[in-house]
């Protein structure tokens, strides 16, 4: 297999739309868009990463389809016993099967940093400071930018923006003539994600990374995807001159 080219901080890669696919992590795609200096090139790894996001999330409904199919078979295949002994030791297996199969759990910190919950995940030390300076300046712009309106308070990239009322916000606060604020309702999220990514879409030439469908499905949503999509939309409204960043030297 061709090895898939690394991005090194600063510096421009050119990749073909296959070796893009070739790649199953996340944080790279997300480092090759952040270096990414043409157009075209943007395209490719945003629907990369698309793609990566849409392969993950089907292959994590097939295998909880596949442990609810395996509990069911062992549900029918063993009759619970006078003593109870197949009962107690059928229940055993459904209680130590989700901790093999499981995702690695996220927890929020106070400062609204999703980490995983294990050690093993934690990212390389040297990515990690200039990530989080990243993180925690986006944030920071995001609060500021929707400081003035009602029913809005981002602490996070995940349950800040479950009911999409923070979307159309940010969205808003550039665009307020696309539509009416204060007409919006929290309790009707699939609205308001798909008001908010259309708009952004429309106006700003942000791709819609996000899917409505998907987000109402989750108690909370992915503070990863939601990073990801509020960086493509800073880096849009940055190309149509609505935000202006320093020159660097």
């Given at each position: 297999?061709?090895?898939t080219?690394?991005?090194?901080?600063g510096?421009?890669v050119?990749v073909?739309?296959?070796?893009?696919?070739a790649?199953?992590?996340?944080d790279?795609?997300?480092?090759?868009l952040?270096?990414a200096?043409?157009?075209?090139?943007r395209?490719?790894?945003?629907a990369a990463l698309r793609?990566?996001?849409k392969k993950k999330?089907?292959?994590?409904?097939?295998e909880?389809?596949s442990?609810q199919?395996?509990l069911?078979?062992?549900?029918?295949?063993?009759?619970?016993?006078?003593?109870?002994?197949?009962?107690?030791s059928a229940?055993?297996?459904?209680?130590?099967?989700?901790?093999?199969?499981?995702?690695?759990?996220y927890?929020?910190?106070a400062?609204?940093?999703?980490s995983?919950?294990?050690a093993?995940?934690k990212?390389?030390?040297?990515a990690?400071?200039?990530?989080k300076?990243v993180k925690q300046?986006?944030?920071?712009?995001?609060?500021?930018k929707t400081?003035?309106?009602?029913?809005?308070?981002?602490?996070?990239f995940?349950?800040?923006?479950?009911?999409?009322i923070?979307?159309c916000a940010l969205v808003?606060r550039f665009?307020?003539e696309a539509?009416?604020y204060?007409?919006?309702n929290?309790n009707?999220?699939?609205?308001?994600?798909?008001?908010a990514?259309s708009?952004a879409e429309?106006?700003?030439?942000?791709?819609?990374?996000l899917?409505?469908e998907?987000l109402v499905r989750m108690k909370?949503?992915?503070?990863k995807c939601?990073?990801?999509y509020i960086q493509?939309?800073?880096r849009?409204?940055?190309?149509?001159?609505?935000?202006?960043?320093k020159?660097?030297?």
């Amino acid at each position: 297999m061709e090895p898939t080219p690394q991005p090194e901080h600063g510096a421009t890669v050119k990749v073909t739309s296959e070796q893009l696919a070739a790649i199953d992590d996340e944080d790279v795609l997300n480092k090759m868009l952040d270096n990414a200096g043409e157009f075209e090139e943007r395209r490719l790894i945003r629907a990369a990463l698309r793609d990566l996001l849409k392969k993950k999330r089907d292959k994590r409904e097939q295998e909880r389809g596949s442990r609810q199919q395996d509990l069911r078979q062992r549900g029918l295949s063993k009759e619970p016993t006078p003593g109870g002994g197949v009962r107690g030791s059928a229940r055993a297996t459904v209680n130590q099967q989700p901790a093999t199969n499981s995702r690695p759990a996220y927890s929020m910190t106070a400062g609204g940093q999703a980490s995983p919950a294990q050690a093993t995940q934690k990212c390389p030390p040297s990515a990690v400071p200039n990530a989080k300076n990243v993180k925690q300046m986006l944030l920071d712009w995001c609060k500021a930018k929707t400081e003035p309106y009602e029913g809005v308070d981002i602490h996070n990239f995940s349950s800040s923006w479950k009911d999409g009322i923070a979307f159309c916000a940010l969205v808003h606060r550039f665009f307020p003539e696309a539509f009416e604020y204060s007409t919006l309702n929290p309790n009707k999220a699939m609205d308001n994600f798909q008001l908010a990514f259309s708009t952004a879409e429309r106006l700003a030439g942000c791709p819609p990374l996000l899917d409505p469908e998907d987000l109402v499905r989750m108690k909370e949503p992915d503070w990863k995807c939601v990073y990801t999509y509020i960086q493509e939309f800073y880096r849009c409204l940055v190309e149509k001159g609505l935000v202006k960043t320093k020159k660097r030297a």
